[in-house]
């Protein structure tokens, strides 16, 4: 079957909260399993745009807690995929906090969530092709074939002498090792 193209600017979701008392610990900072929650959602959001089908989350590949969201603070999470494969999509979510007194926006977080389309039997499906556009998506297009490759060697699934992309990080074209 012949995958058809979309782009990341096809799949993007915009989800944006505010931190509510019951969203915070003790210091009052919004707690972590709350911003995986919403992560987790703006994710599935912009892997179902992309994929057209029913997506279940495959894994949490990264999540960075860059910097501490305050009570009240205006979280905006944008998620885009970044790689598509055969059923599966990398989908890459940043995620900005907005002060509610002085307006200022910031980046504070990003994660990298996988996740898979199914049909109705909850069987893996063929996804669109991802064509990338611009210098950031390309970048990330380009870092999504590494970390796939990273995650089949660490779970027994691929040889590291078959990662090729890996292998550009540290050998040249002659398979010498680069310094």
């Known amino acids: 079957m012949v995958r058809k193209k979309a782009t990341a600017a096809e799949s993007a979701a915009v989800l944006t909260e505010i931190v509510l008392p019951n969203d915070t610990n003790t210091l009052g900072n919004l707690m972590g399993g709350r911003l995986l929650h919403w992560m987790d959602i703006a994710a599935a959001i912009a892997a179902q745009r992309h994929s057209k089908r029913v ?24 998620a885009k995929v970044s790689r598509s494969f055969n059923s599966s999509m990398e989908v890459y979510i940043d995620v900005w906090l907005e002060n509610h007194t002085s307006s200022e926006k910031i980046k504070c977080n990003e994660a990298i969530y996988t996740f898979v389309a199914v049909d109705q039997i909850g069987n893996p499906i063929n996804v669109p092709e991802l064509q990338p556009e611009t210098e950031l998506e390309i970048q990330r297009y380009g870092g999504a074939l590494r970390r796939r490759q990273l995650s089949l060697i660490l779970a027994g699934k691929m040889r590291p002498e078959d990662a090729t992309e890996l292998k550009k990080l540290f050998f040249d074209e002659k398979g010498e090792e680069k310094k």
């Open 55 to 78: 997506c279940v989350t495959a894994s949490v590949n990264n999540v960075s807690f860059n910097q501490p969201i305050k009570l009240a603070d205006i979280v905006t999470l944008e």
